[in-house]
């Protein structure tokens, strides 16, 4: 079992920016993909982002890429989103996820992952 925990979400005007974390405890001892996804009202969840075990590779969806940037800490089981010059549209509720042994863009980015946060509302203003 692994269990996930985000912060730093909040409220914030268009053009701001915030810093998601996520700290994954319990069985973490192996390599692993860490993601974020999103789910706003009325709209499915979508993805957001992931990284590799090495942090080597990054996805983005398209709607985030050149604003947001993930990037993680092995040392702390912690993987991070970074979230510059926020728009409206982003206002969502953001989750991380876990799985294990992920290869490849179609792994990284379905939902199909294994493990998931409780999600940590992010809210932009115009």
């Known amino acids: 079992q692994v269990h996930l925990v985000e912060s730093g979400g909040g409220l914030v005007q268009a053009g701001g920016s915030l810093r998601l974390s996520c700290a994954a405890s319990g069985r973490t001892f192996s390599s692993y993909a860490m993601g974020w996804f999103r789910q706003a009202p009325g709209k499915e969840r979508e993805f957001v982002s992931a990284i590799s075990w090495s942090g080597g590779t990054t996805y983005y969806a398209d709607s985030v890429k050149g604003r947001f940037t993930i990037s993680r800490d092995n040392a702390e089981n912690t993987v991070y989103l970074q979230m510059n010059s926020l728009k409206p549209e982003d206002t969502a509720v953001y989750y991380c996820?876990?799985?294990?042994?992920?290869?490849?863009?179609?792994?990284?980015?379905?939902?199909?992952?294994?493990?998931w946060g409780q999600g940590t509302q992010v809210t932009v203003s115009s």
């Open positions: 996820a876990f799985r294990y042994y992920c290869a490849g863009y179609g792994c990284y980015t379905t939902n199909e992952y294994d493990y």
